[in-house]
């Protein structure tokens, strides 16, 4: 279909069968492939604002597969469903609803036990499921959000920044949260240290990142 992507650090490539479930066949480049996203991300941070969520919703396979498809299913026909690739991040295809099981398990234990402050908690659900990368794109933006509706749905916290210490919290750190970190640079870089660090078993640096 012609879609030329160039790739950052952190960015896994997309497949050539994967690049097929483009919905919009306009898009050629990958400007114009992260204008479309964004607006989409955008609706998806707009109806996630305007729900109220339990953790009993939250934490279940469902949600994961719904709040994916709310970030990218006006651009992606599989926005919700499972890889069917392997990648070179994240567990075997075949094993991800497995991972997915024991996370959503471990989480709901946290919570229930009160094992991590809540920081600590959304942060942790967030490296994990980046980690187990379910989905063809966007598994990084697609867990900062996750982890900014555990924080201030589940929580009643101000959503995470992400980095971005100049913004207010609220509507304007939600939407940073989904965008910020797409682009090359100091706030990106940072970003993936902290991703690395946390892979060793170090959160702290992470939870410092989402709160700076």
């Known amino acids: 279909m012609g879609l030329d992507l160039a790739y950052i650090e952190g960015q896994t490539p997309l497949d050539e069968d994967e690049k097929e479930g483009l919905l919009i066949e306009t898009i050629a480049t990958r400007g114009e492939l992260d204008e479309f996203e964004q607006q989409n991300i955008e609706q998806a941070i707009a ?3 305007s729900r109220s969520f339990k953790p009993e919703t939250v934490f279940t396979e469902d949600f994961i597969k719904v709040v ?3 970030m990218y299913g006006n651009v992606w026909s599989w926005a919700g469903e499972y890889r069917h690739t392997n990648k070179n991040i994240g567990v075997d295809k075949w094993q991800i609803p497995t991972a997915l099981r024991y996370l959503l398990d471990d989480v709901k234990y946290w919570y229930n036990n009160k094992t991590y402050l809540p920081d600590e908690l959304a942060i942790r659900f967030k490296h994990r499921l980046v980690s187990i990368h379910c989905f063809p794109n966007g598994n990084g933006r697609h867990s900062r959000l996750m982890a900014d509706i555990v924080i201030e ?3 009643n916290l101000p959503y995470f920044t992400w980095g971005a210490a100049n913004l207010d919290t609220g509507k304007v750190g939600l939407e ?5 970190l797409s682009g090359a640079g100091y706030q990106r870089t940072t970003y993936l240290q902290a991703i690395k660090k946390a892979d060793k078993g170090d959160m702290q640096p992470l939870i410092e990142f989402a709160r700076a």
Do not use: P
Request: aromatic share 14%; hydrophobic share 35%.
């Open 47 to 49: 109806w996630s604002m």
């Open 68 to 70: 994916h498809k709310r």
């Open 153 to 155: 749905k589940i929580f």
């Open 176 to 180: 940073k949260s989904a965008q910020s």
